[in-house]
């Protein structure tokens, strides 16, 4: 069972950066699927980024393009998400979702993937004006 934790966050104004960061572990899988989603009460949950390690890809919300970018540590299966230029609707907590694979996956890892296995509690990003 892959767990997946979230840490960093936190508050900025309106144009600063913030980061987050997501590690999976326990059990070892040769590729990760893994992705970052935001939530904000009342509203659906949104994918933001998502992004494959055995395939090389990621894929970003349009609402996050040029202003959010990923980085992977695949050997200590990490995916940090680098929050610029933050708008107040950025707002939201922040969940990574995680699953790993030895074979190709049935589905293919972007904001539509549907079968992530495990999710984090969630990190909190407050922007202000």
């Known amino acids: 069972q892959v767990e997946v934790a979230e840490s960093g966050g936190g508050s900025a104004q309106a144009g600063g950066s913030l980061r987050v960061s997501c590690v999976a572990s326990?059990?070892?899988?040769?590729?990760?699927?893994m992705g970052w989603f935001r939530q904000v009460p009342g509203r659906e949950r949104e994918g933001v980024a998502v992004s494959d390690t055995g395939v090389g890809t990621t894929y970003y919300a349009d609402s996050v393009k040029g202003r959010f970018t990923t980085s992977r540590d695949n050997g200590k299966n990490t995916l940090d998400l680098q929050m610029t230029k933050l708008e107040v609707g950025d707002t939201g907590t922040y969940y990574c979702a995680a699953v790993g694979y030895n074979s190709p996956l049935s589905q293919r890892c972007d904001l539509a993937f549907s079968w992530f296995s495990s999710w984090g509690q969630g990190t909190r990003v407050t922007v202000s004006s």
């Open positions: 326990g059990f070892t899988y040769r590729h990760y699927c």
